[in-house]
């Protein structure tokens, strides 16, 4: 029947949402894992640089040690002593290396700081780009499931609708056939007249009258050919009506169903390339 290649189509449609979602999420979660390893990667080398920020301030702790007992001790071979003035060169040397550590210790917070934020922003960029795919998918997710609803409504409406006409198109195919039979007799008998007929034909009263043609070798309608007919042309309404007054299918036609779809399209894709993380 007519209705059936709509609802094939229908199915096809279906199904390539589906293969759309799960391409989204299929990026999406690759986008989130990347976000996700590199925040890792950057974890990992912030804890290596802390542990060579120690390693290097505990040598700068012993170079301050030593270089303080140097001074310390040229001080006494020039004859100072360990207090008030004479503990000048130690104390000068002390707070050079206080100082250079302490710059070390600020310099090395920044770099954790820094690491911090960089590791949040990745993967908040991967949560939102997962985020993104998701809203996307679930539009193509609703799309599959409205098309196919809106498949069986119109299957629905048709198969009842071809199965009303099949009955319709046989019962008029034989009322037609029994009011020509009855029309037949009736010219016969010359109750009736040529063009005085409604089924049966001016040609075919004229034939029966001259006896060219006897009552059962008129025409017949075909029941099972009418049955189809009808069936077929009943069917291909019923689809059409279903089609145009399916709130599963009308809502695929609005501007508002294709703005959601292209506006979460946009954002997973703004959010892929990390435009909405400008301002951190």
């Known amino acids: 029947m007519g209705f059936t290649s709509n609802i094939m189509g229908a199915v096809n449609q279906a199904a390539e ?15 989130k894992n990347k976000a996700y390893a590199q925040a890792t990667e950057t974890r990992k080398a912030a804890e290596a640089s802390a542990r060579m920020a120690g390693l290097s301030m505990m040598q700068m702790r012993g170079n301050q040690r030593r270089d303080e007992g140097a001074a310390r001790a040229a001080q006494a071979l020039m004859g ?16 050079q290396h206080e100082s250079a ?27 939102e780009a997962m985020r993104a795919a998701e809203a996307e998918a679930n539009q193509y997710r609703m799309a599959a499931k409205a098309t196919r609803t809106g498949a069986w409504i119109s299957a629905a409406s048709g198969l009842a609708m071809a199965t009303a006409g ?7 195919a034989k009322d037609f056939n029994a009011n020509q039979k009855v029309e037949a007799e009736a010219i016969k008998s010359g109750k009736l007249k040529p063009g005085e007929t ?10 029966l009258m001259n006896g060219q043609i006897g009552v059962n070798d008129l025409r017949q309608h075909s029941v099972w050919q009418e049955g189809l007919t009808f069936g077929a042309d009943w069917g291909s309404a019923g689809s059409s009506a279903a ?22 399209y946009v954002s997973r894709n703004k959010t892929m390339k990390g435009r909405p993380f400008a301002h951190i």
């Open 80 to 95: 100072g002593t360990s207090e008030g003035s004479g503990n000048a060169m130690a104390e000068g040397v002390r707070r």
């Open 166 to 172: 099949a009955i319709q198109g046989a019962a008029s």
């Open 243 to 264: 089609n145009a007054f399916n709130p599963f299918l009308a809502r695929f036609t609005t501007p508002s169903w294709q703005d959601g779809l292209i506006s979460s």
């Open 101 to 127: 550590i302490a710059n070390a210790m600020v310099s090395e917070s920044v770099n954790q700081h820094n690491a911090i934020n960089e590791q949040v922003t990745l993967r908040r960029k991967g949560d």
């Open 17 to 31: 949402y589906d293969n759309a979602k799960n391409l989204t999420l299929a990026q999406g979660l690759a986008e």
């Open 198 to 207: 409604q089924y049966l034909s001016t040609s075919d009263a004229l034939k």
